[in-house]
């Protein structure tokens, strides 16, 4: 992980909610910082962006420009 940023990340439900407890996340992209909005990759499929071999858990892949849920009569949307 020589070079690899780690950030402090909470996870959020569809309508913005906090859930659960913050977690560290390896920042895949570079340039993930505090206030950003941004898409997590778990288990393998977390080691995949920084190679195989790397013992990581949980790491940012992309950021999230707009997420938008329907259910039922309610939408809710989240921008950064």
Known sequence: ???????VVQL??????RR???????DA????GPGDLVFCATKKEA??????LTPVDLSIVA??????STN?????SLKP
């Open 20 to 26: 659960g407890d913050p977690q560290v996340a390896a």
């Open 47 to 52: 080691a995949v962006p920084l190679g195989e």
């Open 63 to 68: 950021f999230v420009d707009e997420v938008t």
């Open 72 to 76: 039922g009569a309610t939408t809710t």
């Open 12 to 17: 959020l439900s569809e309508r913005g909610a």
């Open 29 to 32: 992209i570079g340039s993930a």
């Open 1 to 7: 992980l020589t070079g690899v940023k780690l950030l």
